[in-house]
């Protein structure tokens, strides 16, 4: 037992004992009260915790659509970028793919080379429509590229990390949001990014055969407005307590 709840408990003891020639009812009932009410604040402090601290994959439906050519033969190629200006995007693309789970891929050296066996790797699922999939991913030389370009939307502000090998492109409202030195990597690396609410776009490049990897972590940016399933928790709490201090006696007095 804690001190200050040792303290609470021994007053809550020693009173009763001073009035034991008057009911002590009243007095039982506020000692229960504050339990009660500890634990309302407890349940509270616990999913303002949990929320706050809450980094996880990036996860919902998205929308892939799948390009692949020559590369162009180098690490500077145009068509090894990770941009929205990428030559291979063009066109009609060879597959678009509806994809449900958490943005976790990884391939590695001695992986099954493939767009599919890539996108099995992860957790989710998902349905193809177009080309067939078991095709190659990438080869050596920055030969056979395959980019994805990957459309979602958020719902509230986040931040997080995106680890990735060969290249990634973020994109909101047109604009690049990370910046141009994540384009061209052969070793994974980690970049930063921020997201407003709405929609987004993320080209990831798959070059220079395996390893590829694309993990995409989001928490709450502090500050930013309560999602409406923890505020509704909250508030229900609320209504919990005030509920609790009219039936324990300690709501206004007329």
């Known amino acids: 037992m804690q001190m200050d709840e040792f303290v609470r408990h021994t007053s809550c003891t020693v009173r009763q004992r001073a009035w034991r020639a008057r009911p002590v009812h009243n007095h039982w009932e506020s000692c229960k009260m504050h339990w009660l009410t500890r634990g309302i604040v407890v349940a509270a402090a616990t999913i303002g915790m949990s929320f706050g601290a809450m980094a996880a994959q990036l996860n919902g439906t998205f929308t892939i659509d799948v390009y692949r050519g020559n590369g162009g033969g180098t690490i500077t190629s145009p068509g090894v970028q990770a941009v929205d200006t990428n030559p291979l995007i063009t066109g009609t693309p060879y597959a678009t793919v509806i994809y449900t789970g958490d943005i976790d891929f990884f391939l590695p050296s001695n992986g099954t080379n493939t767009i599919a066996a890539f996108l099995d790797s992860g957790t989710g699922s998902y349905v193809p429509s177009g080309g067939d999939l078991n095709v190659q991913l990438s080869s050596g030389g920055f030969l056979q590229t395959t980019v994805l370009n990957i459309f979602g939307t958020t719902a509230s502000k986040i931040q997080g990390i995106i680890t990735h090998d060969d290249g990634i492109g973020l994109y909101q409202g047109g604009s690049l949001v990370t910046p141009l030195a994540s384009t061209e990597p052969t070793t994974p690396i980690g970049t930063n990014y921020t ?17 590829e990897q694309l993990n995409m972590t989001a928490s709450p940016v502090p500050g930013e407005p309560v999602p409406e399933p923890v505020s509704i928790a909250l508030f229900g709490m609320g209504l919990l307590g005030m509920a609790g201090l009219r039936r324990y006696g300690m709501g206004p007095r007329r």
């Open 195 to 211: 997201l407003n609410v709405g929609n987004f776009q993320l080209v990831y490049v798959a070059a220079n055969n395996l390893p």
